[in-house]
């Protein structure tokens, strides 16, 4: 059975980091590309980051350019999101989600994981 599966959340201050991990199992994630989404209350769940499964290739919203890096390590089926200088308005919860194409549209992804709640708050 295919599965993702998010960790790493957590409340953090302004300013500072969190690094979430999307794990797979069932399949392998390197012939997958991997997005990450967020959802805040009462907005549509928006693309954040994704990464290609043919040569690696990264994508990132504008609102967290520069602040965000998406990675893969194959040889333990994960995928990383390393968020730095958060911002209250990086407040949600975060999905990953795998598919054939790396897009920012959380409707092109089919297999998403169960999210894992980010608050940035003093």
């Known amino acids: 059975q295919l599965q993702l599966v998010e960790s790493g959340g957590g409340l953090v201050q302004p300013g500072g980091s969190l690094r979430l991990s999307c794990a797979a199992s069932?399949?392998?994630?390197?012939?997958?590309?991997i997005g990450w989404f967020r959802q805040a209350p009462g907005k549509e769940r928006e693309g954040v980051s994704c990464?290609?499964?043919?040569?690696?290739?990264?994508y990132y919203a504008d609102s967290v350019k520069g602040r965000f890096t998406i990675s893969r390590d194959n040889a333990k089926n994960t995928v990383y999101l390393q968020m730095n200088s958060l911002k209250p308005e990086d407040t949600g919860v975060y999905f990953c989600?795998?598919?054939?194409?790396?897009?920012?549209?959380?409707?092109?992804?089919?297999?998403w994981g169960q999210g894992t709640q980010v608050t940035v708050s003093s």
């Open positions: 990464i290609s499964s043919s040569d690696g290739s990264t």
């Open positions: 069932g399949f392998t994630l390197d012939y997958y590309a």
């Open positions: 989600a795998a598919d054939w194409g790396a897009t920012m549209n959380p409707y092109d992804y089919e297999y």
